[in-house]
């Protein structure tokens, strides 16, 4: 797998190196050409020195040179020997260059470095006008140094510019970023593009395209399931009269009774398809949030349900009580209350209790919801949050839908879903944290 890396900081990075390679080539420039300016002017003097020498009636001159001394531009070293005296090319540096025919530069290499020697030919004697090479290249080398100082003293504030520069031209990418974090994930609306730079156009273009297809998927899925789930409905309810009649002639039938268990079920099933398509419709929805008192919505869903507790003789009963406003959508938090109650009811056995609480803690409004069924293993309440997702040691069977609907209904209302062992009733307890209306 490879590793992510951030654009920005190997664009830092990559300027940072082109900086100092930069650096380097300015540098090298520098030299090249403080070198040729400092030759051509060195070479000027030592001609214009040898033909003032060769004016003024010379005499044979031999230089004294230190080698363990180091000289400077203005040291030029001038020696004059007389063709009829060949003893005089004796030179302990060996420095002197025979007699040449031409006037002009030489070059030459000796023990203790390389020579740059302009030679003045004469009738009778040989100007010979010599420096060290080194001495040019050591002066080129300090001038462009002297130039590279500058440079290197800015370059890490250039640097810190060039990066500050660099984030500043990235925010919007992070803004795009953060834009895209900070969606819902049934938030499927287009990418406002006015405040992002053409570059990411092609990409925001793409992704409001996505989003389009996306919506359109999901809005032909509810369509279907809320079709499918309408069009069942009615000849399960046929069914189920058809049923009825038969049970009546037949009460001690089996295979009828298994039969009515079967299409119970599956009518349970479809309601809750219905439901489902109902609160897709309004999470997909931009309907406002309203106040709603907490006690007096959960007291009227209760009355709704309470037959179904009644026909397993189960307590149900709400032992804690307060007023509290909270902002939510009718649909959505009857959705929650409703599917609540019915999954207590279906899984507390025959003669078992439920209890509900309505209570206020640390800036939530909480509904508690507890039963004395068998529970859930811990390790199970994050899936029975998805859809279609059943306990199968659990006798009861449902449809898998109940728990996911709250979940979504609560996310849609800005809460909180939790799930714990009950400690009063030893069955699942589940807490639901709206937050409070402000007033």
Avoid at 322 to 336: F, K, N, P, R, V
Wanted: contains cysteine.
């Amino acid at each position: 797998m490879q590793a992510s890396y951030s654009l920005q900081k190997r664009l830092i990075l990559y300027v940072s190196v082109f900086s100092v390679i930069l650096g380097c080539v300015l540098i090298f420039a520098a030299y090249r050409i403080a070198l040729e300016e400092i030759n051509e002017i060195l070479d000027a003097q030592m001609q214009s020195l040898a033909e003032r020498i060769a004016k003024n009636h010379p005499r044979p001159v031999q230089s004294q040179i230190d080698v363990n001394q180091r000289y400077s531009e203005e040291d030029l070293f001038v020696d004059i020997w007389s063709y009829a005296d060949a003893n005089q090319l004796a030179h302990p540096q060996g420095l002197l260059v025979k007699a040449v025919q031409k006037a002009g530069f030489y070059t030459q290499q000796t023990e203790h470095g390389i020579w740059d020697t302009y030679i003045l030919p004469q009738q009778n004697f040989q100007i010979q006008i010599s420096q060290q090479k080194s001495v040019r290249q050591y002066l080129a080398l300090e001038l462009a140094a002297n130039m590279f100082i500058p440079y290197l003293l800015f370059l890490p504030f250039a640097l810190l510019a060039l990066s500050w520069l660099i984030r500043q031209n990235f925010r919007p990418l992070n803004n795009f970023r953060k834009e895209l974090a900070s969606r819902k994930a049934q938030e499927l609306s287009p990418i406002q593009s006015k405040n992002y730079p053409v570059e990411l156009m092609p990409t925001i273009q793409e992704m409001n395209q996505l989003f389009s297809r996306i919506s359109l998927a999901q809005q032909e899925q509810r369509q279907f399931v809320a079709d499918s789930a309408h069009e069942l409905r009615t000849p399960l309810t046929a069914l189920n009269l058809q049923l009825q009649i038969l049970l009546e002639q037949f009460p001690h039938n089996n295979a009828l009774k298994n039969l009515s268990q079967g299409l119970l079920r599956m009518q349970h099933l479809v309601n809750q398809l219905l439901s489902l398509a109902k609160q897709d419709a309004v999470l997909s929805s931009t309907e406002q949030l309203q106040i709603l008192y907490l006690n007096h919505f959960t007291i009227q869903c209760i009355e709704q349900i309470i037959q179904l507790a009644i026909q397993k003789d189960i307590d149900l009963g709400v032992i804690q009580q307060e007023d509290m406003l909270i902002q939510g959508q009718e649909a959505a938090l009857h959705s929650i209350i409703y599917n609540l109650m019915d999954n207590a009811i279906k899984y507390t056995p025959s003669k078992g209790i439920i209890n509900v609480s309505i209570f206020k803690k640390q800036g939530w409004a909480i509904l508690q919801v507890e039963d004395s069924g068998s529970g859930i293993d811990p390790a199970q309440f994050n899936q029975i949050r998805k859809r279609f997702y059943r306990i199968h040691n659990h006798a009861e069977i449902g449809s898998g839908l109940g728990l996911s609907i709250v979940d979504k209904a609560v996310e849609r209302l800005g809460g909180q879903l939790e799930f714990s062992r009950s400690a009063s009733l030893g069955g699942l307890s589940v807490q639901v944290k709206f937050p409070l209306a402000a007033i």
